[in-house]
């Protein structure tokens, strides 16, 4: 997830703490939505672990990867942290 300072400026917004509802990434869609701003959705295209509905693009979960070139562990700070770990290790080794 990429996001300019004049793109958050724009949102009028300054917490972003979750809220029950949805994380920082859902948030920031909201607001964009809401305010008219430009955004755009790199679609999962693997994922290890399917946990969530992605605003009717299918699923994301633990371990998913955006559009074959972003890897998201998700939950590292619930103990999920050996994904990410295992992952850059495979990677690392693969090269």
């Known amino acids: 997830m990429g996001l300019n300072l004049e793109c958050y400026r724009d949102m009028n917004y300054s917490n972003l703490d ?10 920031l869609t909201r607001l964009c939505k809401k305010n008219n701003l430009p955004y755009k959705y790199w679609v999962p295209t693997d994922m290890e672990i399917p946990k969530w509905n992605l605003f009717g693009l299918g699923k994301f979960g633990l371990g998913t990867i955006y559009n074959g070139l972003v890897y998201h562990a998700f939950q590292v700070r619930d103990g999920n942290h050996h994904r990410f770990i295992n992952k850059c290790k495979k990677i690392l080794k693969s090269n």
């Open 18 to 27: 979750e809220n029950g509802e949805d994380d920082v990434a859902g948030i």
